[in-house]
């Protein structure tokens, strides 16, 4: 028997053998054992050697790899099956369906305006442009202008100049110190470390110029933290971390924080979330509330009933940390959470409970005793407190 068709024995008896002992082989191992032996008829063929039993063998060759393939396909079908059943065993539930959740005008023209805001946030001016004149988003120039403004004092912080962002907080300086924000003072100890390992050796006379220039108007915030950037000086360089107990000022992290700190702030002064707009929606959304919301429509549809308060949920939609914007008090004695017209309020030993329970606790005369400790004080002389 010639060459070719010894190979094409060969294949079949191996073939036959890992059959017969149980071995299946792959799909892959199969179809590239049948391309090897199409390669070799052909060539055969093109040198005009091939004969009769060269191709009874090759259709043997190809019966026995479309089994095999048909095998292991049904394996892969079997699995699915049970995969699918386990799954069904596991989530007895259904996935939830919901109604088309856009299909107000109202709605979708939030769903846009969320959308074209996520985009100028992210700096994609130009789709930004592209997605507001198709979809009509009311977006005011003044708010693309703000984000343009944005982007530009971020892309400086990358690039280590702070001289815009320092711009924007002498602007803003009124904002900031209403937030006790200490941005503008980050912006200046992260100006000063970077005088002082700019060069080796260190150009100390440099740094500490500018730390007299700039950092006295911050002492009576931030003394602890000025008296460390100063005594730092003598424990440079500062990379040294077993020898220095200022190694943390050389962290690139002091520099890398301000990008989302000024973010934050700036956003803010905007109305805005610190967060990017479709992430926000994401994760709220996508964490439970759509299904919470979905499930509160659902029962009062069945008892007829409607919500009749347009700023409020009749449900509690629990929230991460980082979506949290404005703190929240929950009075001690009502288990309730304060609001506007039930605000929280510190009688005279300086315990805090809302107005409601204050009213509630008082005797004749207007005095209150506080249900924590055996101070009594005068309902007069409660304050409201402002979280």
């Known amino acids: 028997m010639d060459g070719p068709l010894k190979e094409l024995?060969?294949?079949?008896?191996l073939t036959s053998t890992n059959s017969s002992k149980g071995k299946s082989p792959s799909i892959s191992d199969s179809l590239d054992?049948?391309?090897y032996s199409l390669r070799e008829v052909k060539d055969r063929l093109r040198a005009g050697s091939a004969s009769e039993e060269t191709l009874v063998i090759l259709a043997k060759t190809v019966e026995t790899k479309r089994k095999e393939i048909e095998d292991r396909q049904k394996e892969v079908y079997s699995t699915l099956g049970k995969y699918g059943k386990a799954l069904d065993k596991k989530f007895t539930t259904p996935l939830p369906s919901y109604a088309p959740l856009f299909s107000s005008y109202e709605a979708t023209a939030a769903l846009e305006r969320t959308i074209a805001l996520h985009f100028l946030r992210t700096g994609q001016f130009n789709t930004a442009e592209n997605f507001i004149e198709e979809s009509g988003a009311d977006i005011s120039q003044a708010t693309r202008v703000h984000f343009v403004d944005l982007h530009r004092i971020i892309t400086a912080l990358k690039q280590q100049n702070i001289?815009?962002?320092l711009e924007w907080t002498e602007c803003n300086r009124a904002f900031l110190h209403s937030r006790s924000s200490s941005l503008e003072f980050h912006l200046h100890r992260s100006q000063y470390i970077r005088l002082l390992l700019a060069s080796h050796p260190p150009d100390v006379s440099t740094a500490?110029?500018?730390a007299r220039a700039t950092l006295p108007q911050f002492h009576s915030q931030h003394d602890t933290e000025i008296r460390r950037l100063m005594a730092c000086i003598a424990f440079l360089?500062?990379?040294?971390?077993?020898a220095s107990p200022y190694a943390d000022l050389a962290s690139p992290s002091l520099h890398l924080d301000l990008e989302p700190m000024f973010a934050k702030e700036y956003c803010a002064s905007l109305g805005m979330s610190r967060q990017v707009p479709l992430r926000?929606?994401?994760?709220?959304?996508?964490g439970g509330a759509l299904a919470r919301i979905e499930k509160g429509r659902k029962i009062m549809r069945e008892r007829k009933s409607e919500w009749s308060q347009s700023d409020e949920l009749?449900?509690?939609i629990p929230l991460p940390a980082e979506n949290r914007y404005h703190s929240i008090f929950s009075c001690p004695v009502s288990k309730e959470q304060s609001t506007e017209q039930n605000p929280p309020m510190m009688m005279t030993c300086g315990h805090v409970i809302t107005k409601d329970s204050l009213h509630k606790l008082s005797k004749p005369g207007g005095r209150v005793k506080c249900p924590y400790c055996p101070m009594e004080s005068q309902i007069t002389g409660a304050l409201r407190v402002y979280f």
Not at 237 to 242: D, H, I, S, V
Request: a neutral charge.
């Open 9 to 13: 024995a060969k294949l079949e008896k």
């Open 314 to 316: 009749p449900i509690e």
């Open 237 to 242: 360089p500062l990379t040294r971390l077993q």
């Open 33 to 35: 054992s049948l391309l």
């Open 208 to 210: 500490l110029a500018y």
């Open 280 to 286: 926000v929606v994401g994760d709220i959304g996508g």
């Open 163 to 165: 001289g815009p962002a």
